[in-house]
């Protein structure tokens, strides 16, 4: 492997724009393929089905009920449609577990972001252009619905709030809307934000606060139901979440203030000008909602898988994140180590997702270990072998 593979780029000028991309990004080792259907591996650390929700009978039953009620279609947009009541039986679950006044669904959590961030910092609706400030690693579909409004965003350091503050209090006195937006777990660094220090800024400066809870629904907060659970104050604060990861389904949502909601359905395109989300994903998402209160015993499992790959890592000298999660990077810096590593696991029969450039910022290529209800003990113990024996070795002759 040659660590200096992309230094010098070459490229010929006959090229499209497109293939000049493709080129570039295989120079740079960072171009992106799919993954064959046909691989399988003995354990994987890559998926996100935190609790192994997607096979749960009662979601395939709840699934396939609303299938043979309703079929597999959506049928219309939201605002059209009349006599499907599954939407709004979640959507009234979720507000009463959060205590937030209102709750929409939208077709993906990534189509929640874009569309409810590029309405509510819409400058023509807020007669001026909104002060935002956001973590330097939130989420590419935050950046997508920032970049659509037009924002150029006001960025702190990763879980700096000392930064924020520093940002915030320049604009003391700028009688613009301001909004914070965060993750509450970030989904490449496994690191939890400080909640009640991030909602004391956000009150004390007159801040919408705006809290994308993907990666912790399921597995953080009383229930699983996320860590602005009972943390924030629920009217100033605008939580988004993902049905797609721990709760085993598809689908987002967008649940907050009543005004806000009425809003965001009067005036968030990826609400109005789009079908729903076929009711058999509704369906599956409410009965997985319902059945997280129930899973205190594999979220205490995956803690103490996480605590020990954590640690393991960390005696062998790996950098990773400050504090163990059910997302462990193993931070390998270069695209090359990474995939090389990748390779590794895969050839012992360990599927782990490698994460790149523009995922990561450059020179922050890692592993992602995803930890998930249906790993074991053994399970960690051969990753940690294999990091040992395989990884390990070869990071040092690199470096
Ligand atoms: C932090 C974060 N927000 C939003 C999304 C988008 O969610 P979905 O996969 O449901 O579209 C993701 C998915 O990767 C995510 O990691």
Not at 67 to 84: D, E, F, N, Q, Y
Not at 365 to 387: K, N, P, W
Request: hydrophobic content about 40%.
């Amino acid at each position: 492997m040659n660590a200096s593979v992309g230094v010098h780029l070459k490229l010929n000028p006959n090229l499209t724009p497109y293939e000049q991309f493709i080129v570039e990004r295989r120079q740079k080792g960072l171009h992106r393929e799919l993954p064959s259907a046909l691989s399988s591996y003995a354990v994987s650390f890559s998926h996100s089905d935190y609790l192994g929700l997607s096979l749960h009978p009662a979601l395939i039953e709840a699934a396939k009920k609303a299938l043979r009620i309703w079929g597999t279609s959506g049928h219309a947009s939201r605002l059209l449609l009349k006599s499907i009541p599954v939407y709004s039986e979640l959507e009234h679950q979720i507000s009463s577990t959060l205590s937030t006044d209102k709750t929409i669904t939208f077709g993906s959590g990534y189509q929640a972001n874009i569309s409810t961030l590029s309405a509510l910092l819409n400058s023509k609706i807020l007669k001026c252009s909104p002060l935002v400030f956001c973590d330097k690693l939130v989420h590419a579909s935050i950046y997508q619905g920032l970049k659509t409004a037009s924002i150029l965003p006001h960025r702190f350091h990763h879980q700096n709030l000392t930064h924020l503050e520093s940002l915030l209090a320049s604009f003391q006195n700028d009688t613009r809307p301001k909004f914070i937006i965060a993750e509450t777990l970030y989904s490449m660094e496994g690191t939890k934000t400080d909640l009640p220090q991030l909602n004391q800024l956000a009150e004390h400066h007159n801040a919408i606060l705006y809290l994308d809870e993907a990666h912790a629904l399921g597995v953080c907060g009383k229930g699983g139901y996320g860590l602005s659970h009972r943390t924030i104050d629920p009217n100033r604060t605008i939580v988004m979440g993902t049905f797609s990861k721990g709760l085993g389904a598809s689908g987002g949502f967008i649940s907050g203030p009543a005004l806000l909601i009425d809003y965001l359905i009067n005036a968030s395109p990826g609400f109005i000008y789009t079908t729903a989300a076929p009711p058999s994903t509704i369906a599956a998402a409410k009965a997985a909602w319902d059945l997280s209160l129930t899973f205190d015993a594999q979220r205490q499992t995956m803690s103490s898988l996480a605590t020990q790959l954590w640690e393991g890592f960390k005696e062998l000298g790996f950098a990773t994140s400050p504090s163990p999660t059910h997302i462990i990077p193993l931070i390998l810096k270069t695209a090359e180590q990474t995939m090389a590593a990748q390779s590794e696991f895969k050839m012992h029969g360990i599927e782990v997702s490698a994460i790149r450039y523009p995922t990561v910022p450059m020179g922050q290529a890692r592993l992602r270990f995803s930890i998930h209800a249906g790993l074991t003990q053994d399970d960690v113990s051969q990753a940690l072998m294999i990091a040992k024996n395989h990884i390990f070795p070869f990071i040092q002759r690199e470096s």
